[in-house]
């Protein structure tokens, strides 16, 4: 059962175009992170929301976490090549939700942005 | 600093082979993961250490072995190399708490034939 479900899992558009990336699920998370990959490099951390509500702005790039702490969206305004990559996003429980492991990845946005 | 390295970057086995992939951090944390991720299945825990000296498994730990004998280094080993072990393994490492803002190696990607 996958617990984290991200759509789409494929998004091509143009340069200069707006995207929204969406992470959902039925659990809670105490907090969510978002990462982006590219072709041949390890995932890096972008931004962590903690709060219900929480947005978070990262130049371009808009984080939003659930009110209830159940779904989390990225959304890129005027998107360059550059933004091209995988985006993953991951929920975090508290340990007194849980045992093992902690961190749950979605199986990712592959966004590709075309000049 | 380095970050978090991993050795080698490319590996072909052979079926019933063994190897060890490296990975060392110089961040001085004290958590440390094991990863593998396959196409449109995300990143799968296999491994994970709290500490030197204490591991414990992850999601899909069959098939593989790891060791924490310092801070800094947490090997992955596979014992018998089968094809459903091709795929790309990542280690990382966290500092302030179990499993939250990962740091990530380049990866190694291995496949068995």
């Known amino acids: 059962t996958q617990l984290l479900e991200q759509s789409p899992q494929f998004l091509s558009i143009q340069e200069g175009e707006n995207l929204t990336v969406y992470c959902n699920s039925s659990s809670v998370f105490s907090s969510l992170q978002w990462y982006r990959q590219e072709p041949g490099e390890g995932p890096v951390l972008l931004v962590t929301v903690v709060t219900g509500g929480e947005v978070k702005k990262l130049k371009r790039l808009t984080f939003q976490f659930g009110d209830a702490r159940k779904d989390s969206s990225l959304h890129i305004t005027a998107a360059q090549p550059g933004d091209t990559g995988l985006y993953l996003c991951?929920?975090?429980?508290?340990?007194?939700?849980?045992?093992?492991?902690?961190?749950?990845f979605g199986e990712g946005t592959q966004l590709t942005v075309n000049p | 600093n380095a970050g978090v390295t991993q050795t080698p970057k490319f590996r072909i086995l052979k079926i019933g082979q063994s190897m060890t992939l490296q990975c060392a951090q110089d961040?001085?944390?004290?958590?440390m993961y094991w990863y593998r991720q396959d196409p449109g299945m995300g990143l799968k825990l296999i491994y994970y250490s709290v500490g030197a000296g204490i591991t414990d498994k992850g999601e899909v730990p069959n098939g593989y072995n790891v060791s924490r004998s310092t801070t800094e280094d947490f090997p992955l080993r596979l014992e018998l190399a089968a094809p459903s072990q091709t795929s790309v393994y990542f280690c990382a490492s966290s500092y302030s708490v179990p499993f939250n803002e990962q740091f990530f190696g380049p990866g190694t990607r291995l496949t068995v034939l």
């Open positions: 961040m001085n944390h004290n958590y």
């Open positions: 991951a929920g975090f429980r508290s340990v007194e939700e849980t045992s093992g492991s902690r961190l749950t």
